[in-house]
């Protein structure tokens, strides 16, 4: 039975920690550990009321700690979906190092300041807090410029074959990523969010709020891959213009989403 169900799961889901790089090891380590954290933290929530515009102390922790538990495991996800090969080399081991010391930065300051009552974002109440928000800044530029390196590094190994939609789609959604990432995420740190609940879950609102733009623009990393996969699945010799034109729409969603932000 088993083996029948391992011999019948896409080979894009399968799971191998033998197979795994010591530097995917710990990736997959520190997501876990995210995931942890955010359950806890999540509990430790219940019992305190106290809130900070209008929403939860504890939300945003929570919401930083699973999108770093997620954007670690995507790393390793989209690294041996596309390239095996480059998970061993010490340019991924760097990579690897940039995305932990870079959010967990961000994490355990953001978690601190919730901890206080006190805003982590948009913070320039005095010289320390103003420094921390910069700082802030240069470590979200650093942990999604993490995924323009490993866009690089994916194409330098595949550029003597011919790249199939999944890899190509790879290299696309890492590159998109660290472009409208960094773009959204300078608009955003220029431009506080409304204050008080928005939508369900997120917290984003419709109207001059660019989380909604930013969310798009960081989660290329998953989205894209996810259609390159499934271009190559049912496009046949069309998957790599399938893919060109999803990628397109993307990046049309992200500057719609982004100009609606700005309440033009």
Known sequence: MYNTLSNST?????????ALSFASKILIAYGALMWLACGLTYFLSLNDTRTLREVGVWIKPMKFMAATALFAWTTVWVSH???????????????????????????????????QGAASHYNTSDPLHAMLFGVMALAAVGLTASQGWLAWEI??????????ATTLGVVIGLTLTFLLSTVSGFMLGGNQ?????GLPIVGWHLYKDIRPSHFLAVHAQQFIPLWGLCADRF???????GLVIGSALYGVAWAILTWASVGV
Do not use: M, R
Not at 10 to 18: C, I, M, T
Not at 155 to 164: D, H, I, P, V
């Open 10 to 18: 896409p080979s894009w889901l399968k799971f191998d920690w033998a």
């Open 235 to 241: 496009l046949g010799s069309y998957s790599i213009h």
């Open 81 to 115: 979906l596309a390239s095996t090969s480059v998970t061993n080399t010490s340019a991924y081991s760097w990579i690897c190092v940039l995305i932990v010391s870079t959010s967990l930065f961000e994490v355990v300051y953001i978690t601190y300041q919730g901890s």
């Open 155 to 164: 194409w330098k190994e595949n550029q003597a074959s011919e790249l199939s």
């Open 193 to 197: 969010p409304p204050a008080g609940q």
